[in-house]
């Protein structure tokens, strides 16, 4: 009798364990109709030909799915949408043997049998198995291989909406990110947990500001200084400085214009504490959060150089100059007030001494590349200094730098036929066969204000016959930008190719290689030093 008794007890416990093992949370819930909706958008062929309005599809199922139990009765839900959609034909070029990037893929949830009921699985796994293989009516490629957001529908008045909007447009975006960002898996956070985090912080968002500030949050998860949002078009004013994160302050380290900065009082290594009441250490570590930067030097920067931005055209600074404490009224400026694009007064290159010739990428065209080393034909150094956004030049210069071609990147682009997969390109090559190149000592100058092309530039630089690279941490965001739209029409952009050394080296988040790191310093900024080119000049002349 007890024997039974214990026996009864068991079963029940077993019973109930089961039924509690199969409850889905809300969250859960939330996080499987994100992914499916993603999934069926770029892998069914019905959907991915844009034969439904796929946003009202979202809305239309989202309650249902919200009122499901257990994983059977979502399964069903998940299984019935399916099987309206269409039939799915074999797919006769769907299997390939070609060589793959493969680090950001991941459809390993499709057969999560926590989620999903075994009918379910099978129907996920073959829709992956046979593919939309056409041109997808959502998304398509740039003749370089970036995506190309397309045909998404335009929402009107969207600067808080409704809790099924506000979801919509992070599943939007994660799934984006999920098939076609070629550094998800560099990120910090895991992209998986990124939705489940942010589900019921979406949901719950009170207002506005509370939202935007959501999705700037979800957009920094990326870990890509290339990666912004702008909810409006209203231009900021600048003050007229680079500030830059030396010895963990916030420094001035150079000037958009300088004539403009002597009349505002703001001098080279002047730390700045205060921007009117707000105290920079405190904004940073609340404003960080915010902002994407793919490593954490940059991210600061990038966080200082948010906090200064603002619409008051005058303000003022808080700082400390020669150990003491000032305050100093403060101009800001449109941009463009600071030609600094467009400045004649800047050097485009100059003679340092017999020994030694100086470039400036930031002002150099095409033109310019022939007759820059017919005079320095007789220099043992030539020191570039890439601490700027250059034009389009390498190749040029590598003419005249290389004595043969070589391989300076590799490249992989998305893979439009298997979402999530990404295909390598040629390796990018540069220089020419040239016996009369330069024969003397190349020295490459680089830091933390050396973005996208300055460091695409660099690794095609360092294939020279002799080059050092001297300098700190780039800002890590390689590859063409992509800019689409999220949902209610706010501009937003990645990072768009994967680029690689031909070695599989990553620079992005880490930076270009560099062979003797200089860190400026506050005392050098205050004297009027510029200390990486310094030991630049030091070693050209050995």
Known sequence: ???????????????????????????????????IYGFLKYYHPEVGKGKYDWDKEFIKYLPQVLEASDKEFLSKIYSNWINVLGTIEKCKNCVSDQLLFDKNFNLSWTQD???????LKAKLKYIEENRFQGENFYVTTEPVGT????????????????EEYRLLGLFKYWNIIEYFYPYKYL????????LTEMIPKFRSASNKEEYQSLVKELIAKLDDTHAWISFDNEKPKYLPVKISNIENKAVVSGFYNDSIAKINNIKLGDVILKIDDLEI?????????????????????????????????????????????EKIKVNRYNFDDFKYWDNPTAIKTKSINEKIGYVNMASIKGADVSNIFKSFKNKKTIIIDLRNYPASVYKLLSKYLNSEKRDFSKVYSPNM??????????NLQTGIKNKNNFKGKVILLVNDESISKAEFTAMAIQTADNVITIGNQTAGADGNIVVFEYIGGYKTAISGLGIMYPDKTETQRKGVKIDIEIKPTIEGLKQGRDEILEKAIELGSE
């Open 1 to 35: 009798m007890k024997k039974t008794f214990l026996l009864l007890i068991l079963i029940c416990f077993s019973f109930n364990h089961l039924i509690a093992q199969q409850k889905i949370s809300v969250t859960e819930k939330l996080a499987s109709i994100g992914k």
């Open 417 to 426: 036929d298997y979402p999530g997969k990404f295909r390598y390109k040629e």
């Open 113 to 119: 049998s926590e989620i999903f009921n075994t009918e």
């Open 187 to 194: 990120t910090d956070q895991k992209w998986d947990s990124v």
């Open 281 to 325: 250490k405190k904004e940073t570590e609340k404003k960080s959060k915010y902002i994407a930067g793919s490593n954490a030097n940059i991210k600061i920067r990038q966080t200082y150089n948010e906090i200064l931005l603002g619409k008051n055209s005058t303000s003022t600074l808080t700082i400390e100059r020669n150990n003491q404490i």
């Open 147 to 162: 995506i190309k957001v397309t045909n998404e529908p335009v929402y009107q008045n969207f600067s808080y909406p409704s």
